[in-house]
């Protein structure tokens, strides 16, 4: 049995989960993967439940389960509470209690959507990018962080960025295995010009390269890296960067791929355990609306069979599945392009499914 808890969240998020497990049960019945599915809160859905982001017996749920889908969390209902009771807190709780540092965002352009990004399509087209994104250290979590009142009376507030050379050293193999099976090129991404823990970083990185002859290793500044993204795309395969470069970073990725609406990801830790999500947040701006795009999420189930369960057959037929969808030119309001059919969230997921069925 394949236990995976599903933790819809806040907004949009239980919208477009709703279509992720439909694809998702589809896939079991197809390809007999002996999938159980059980269901919990987690963000603001969990403060109103519960009265904390992440309560006890839901992380209890997420330890035992093989793995775990997530939609979004967070929204203005809960922006004025307790900052420790925030629903991102929880989430943030969550992917650090369960190791799960290496998170890997895929920015891959499907030819059909080179029109829905904003950038030339000859700039985007054929673009497949990884993001290896260390996930539970940095300025995320360091300690000391403070906000206070100066005996001038001036509020102030400073965060602390630090890295250990045992994080970097477990993220940059991440790295440097996901580049070994693809193009063998690496880019790591820090800010080493000015920063002390970037400086470890870059070396740490190089050290782990030594046992990676056959990758090529580069490094790049994170303003430059953002100018090069939108520049020149695809002189990337793989970059590692830190928690906050990575955030940053991946979300002006998903908009070479067409919509932030497209990108999933994997949350892994140092074995198959994995936390699934879209790399968007919440959308409360679309929130209710049945317009929110469903594909990172259906796409992050495809993630989560590759990755925690090596269901490398059911995982190929859902991206396919995707493809063909976007093939009969069904597109969602954040991938709408000319001479092409406008559908809800619903309908998109419904779509997929038939495909993936009829595969
Ligand atoms: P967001 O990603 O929620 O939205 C940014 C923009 O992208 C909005 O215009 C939204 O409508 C659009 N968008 C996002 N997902 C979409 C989808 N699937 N289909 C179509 N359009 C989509 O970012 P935000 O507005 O900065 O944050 C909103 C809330 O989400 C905040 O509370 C934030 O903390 C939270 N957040 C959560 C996660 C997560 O749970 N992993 C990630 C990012 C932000
Ligand atoms: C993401 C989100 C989260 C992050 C927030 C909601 C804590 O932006 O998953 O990209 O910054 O990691
Ligand atoms: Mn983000």
Redesign the pocket.
């Known amino acids: 049995m394949k236990n995976i808890l599903i933790l819809p969240?806040d907004?949009?998020g239980p919208e477009?989960m709703a279509e992720a497990v439909k694809v998702l049960n589809v896939a079991n019945d197809k390809f007999d993967l002996g999938v159980e599915l059980s269901h919990d809160d987690l963000?603001g859905a969990a403060y109103d439940r519960y009265g904390v982001p992440l309560a006890d017996e839901t992380l209890e749920r997420a330890r035992v389960a093989d793995a775990i889908l997530?939609g979004?969390?967070?929204?203005p209902k809960w922006?004025t509470i307790d900052p420790a009771l925030r629903?991102?807190r929880g989430?943030l709780k969550i992917r650090s209690q369960l190791g799960l540092f290496g998170n890997l965002r895929p920015a891959l352009l499907y030819p059909q959507l080179a029109a829905a990004s904003t950038l030339k399509p000859e700039v985007v087209s054929g673009l497949d990018i990884l993001i290896v994104r260390e996930l539970t250290g940095g300025i995320y979590f360091g300690q000391p962080r403070e906000r206070k009142v100066l005996d001038n009376g001036e509020r102030m507030a400073y965060d602390t960025l630090p890295y250990s050379e045992s994080e970097v050293r477990r993220i940059a193999k991440v790295a440097f295995d996901m580049a070994m099976v693809r193009n063998k090129k690496l880019c790591s991404v820090d800010k080493a010009n000015v920063l002390a823990s970037s400086q470890l970083w870059r070396e740490v990185v190089e050290e782990v390269a030594r046992d990676y002859p056959e990758v090529e290793l580069s490094h790049m500044y994170v303003d430059n890296a953002a100018m090069q993204l939108v520049r020149a795309p695809k002189q990337f395969d793989v970059i590692v960067t830190d928690n906050m470069f990575g955030d940053i970073l991946s979300d002006q990725a998903s908009m070479l791929t067409g919509?932030?609406?497209m990108l999933p990801s994997a949350s892994l830790d140092a074995g198959n355990k994995g936390m699934y999500?879209?790399?968007?947040?919440?959308?409360?701006?679309?929130a209710g609306q049945g317009?929110?795009?469903?594909l990172?999420t259906i796409l992050s189930v495809s993630m989560m069979l590759r990755y925690s369960f090596n269901e490398v057959a059911a995982a190929d037929a859902i991206e396919q599945a995707v493809s063909l969808v976007l093939d009969q030119g069904l597109r969602?309001?954040?991938i709408m392009a000319e001479g092409c059919q406008k559908v809800g969230t619903v309908q998109m997921g419904d779509a997929v499914v038939a495909a993936l069925k009829n595969l």
């Not at 999500?277 to 679309?286: K, R």
């Not at 317009?291 to 469903?294: F, I, K, L, T």
């Open positions: 969240g907004g949009i477009i963000g997530l979004a969390v967070g929204g922006d629903p991102e989430l919509s932030i609406g999500e879209p790399c968007h947040g919440s959308a409360p701006d679309i317009v929110a795009n469903p990172a969602t309001g954040d």
